[in-house]
């Protein structure tokens, strides 16, 4: 026969686990807002049955049930879910990066619109027809030089814009790796505050989620692979341990020897560096290597590169995508320059003292590097040295300027290094169709990224997320249990009046 004492012990702990189950609901709908949070719960179990397994054990109708128990309170979480997010978190990084960049580059170029290098080269060779139908006059010469610098403040325009954006990626680049590695030195700090509490066995749920929210933001920048490692002491079976955080590329593959950015068995953790080699304007490079904590004392993980995210793309776009178009430019720009100032030699309104149309760096006769940067039209001519005869031809001839205007869109030239001739105007086409298909490639694959993105997040809503209805039902679920469990008490007080004061 179970005591009546014993009654009183299993409605105690009643109400105690169901005081611990509103605790929890209350902190559950506390954070209902807090972003990050994961529902709690707590796991309840049957108390030891009554009487025990034994050759002395008490012989009855067979055992009693003795109550509950509050096993943990534990988060609901669902790890491969958690994988999902993180895998497209970091898609989504490295897509997004790029599409901010191109998205910029589209905004500068400009194309198509009144303002954009085809409209003025447009305007340009317009000019120079007229020149051809107005043999003689200064005033269309004066045209052709204003229109020839509105081109050229064109390229000089949209090069230095472009190297801005340059620039602001390398800074970008800077800050990104500053910000992965104090994401890297916050979750080592959560290791170790996290490894002191499972210790002790405790199960600590908030730093859990603390830790979870960095990761997802540390695999949006960087390729990353998680592994668990138990915390010494004496842990609790559900206990989730210390996080081991490794460098992957894109594929999920390792590096030989691994890049841990973070060490869970010793509670410690490296740092990224991004040296950024801008000696090569036309072609920087970024080399990303691991080195200590410090700062300054390299592990030998030898150059990280296709690890994806953020990072990877704003250091695609930085080295490969802006250069590309840079280069482009420069060679168009050098291509005008140089097929222009031949044609303009053969004019009669050329002059050794006054030098090229087109010119570089230099001035006057010397016209140095042309560039879309430094390209410019010579400020020692005026109106009357652009004519549209050619040196030694009747007055009324049109070659020379039917000659500079055929640059534009006639004349083919093999303008990048591959030797293909083509006209700088489908050269110019090409070129801005190229940026836009790229643009809208990464334009695509960031939505497609972000609904994948979506989606896992809202898998993970669904699972870890508060929702006010279920917890308020819990609440009124666990009310009743309480009152329930002490109105059992009051009978079993009533039940000792009478064992007691009533018996005689």
Known sequence: MIPIFSSLNMMQRALQ????????????????????????????????????????????????????????????????????????SNQNGYWGALSDAYSQMEDIVNEPTDTGISSEL???????????????TSGTGTVVLQKGAAVADTFNYIAKSLGKVQNNLNQQITENTKLINNYADQINALNKEINKQEANGFLANDLYDERDALTDKLAQLVNIKVTKEPSGGNPSPLAEGKYTIELVDANGGSY??????????GMSNNHLKADINTANASSPTVTVSMVQADDTTPVSTGNLTNFSGKLQG?????????????????????????????????????????????LGSGSGTDSGTVTALNIHVNSNLSGSDVTSANDGMPSGDNSGAT??????????YAIDTDGEEITLKNYLQGLIGQIGVNAQSANQFTSNSAVMLDAAQNRRASISGVSLDEELTNLIQFQHSYGAAAKVITTLDTMLDTLINKMG
């Open 314 to 358: 704003l250091i695609d776009a930085y080295t490969i995508d802006y250069p590309s178009v840079l280069k482009s430019l420069d060679n168009m720009a050098s291509a005008l320059a140089e097929n222009l100032n031949a044609a303009y030699q053969n004019t009669a309104g050329y002059s050794d003292t006054k030098g090229l149309f087109f």
């Open 17 to 88: 686990v169901t005081q611990s189950a509103i605790q929890t609901t209350g902190h559950n709908i506390s954070n209902a807002n807090t972003d990050g949070f994961s529902r709690q719960r707590v796991n309840l179990t049957t108390w030891l049955p009554y009487p025990g397994v034994g050759i002395n054990a008490a012989r009855g109708a067979g055992q009693v049930g003795t109550g509950v128990n509050d096993e943990a309170i534990v988060r609901i979480r669902d790890q491969f879910v958690d994988l999902q997010v993180r895998d497209n």
């Open 122 to 136: 447009d305007g340009f060779w317009q000019s120079l027809q007229d020149l051809a139908g107005n043999s003689g």
């Open 256 to 265: 030989e020897p691994k890049a841990t950015l973070v060490d869970g068995a």
């Open 403 to 412: 000659a500079m205007a055929d640059v534009i869109a006639t004349n083919k």
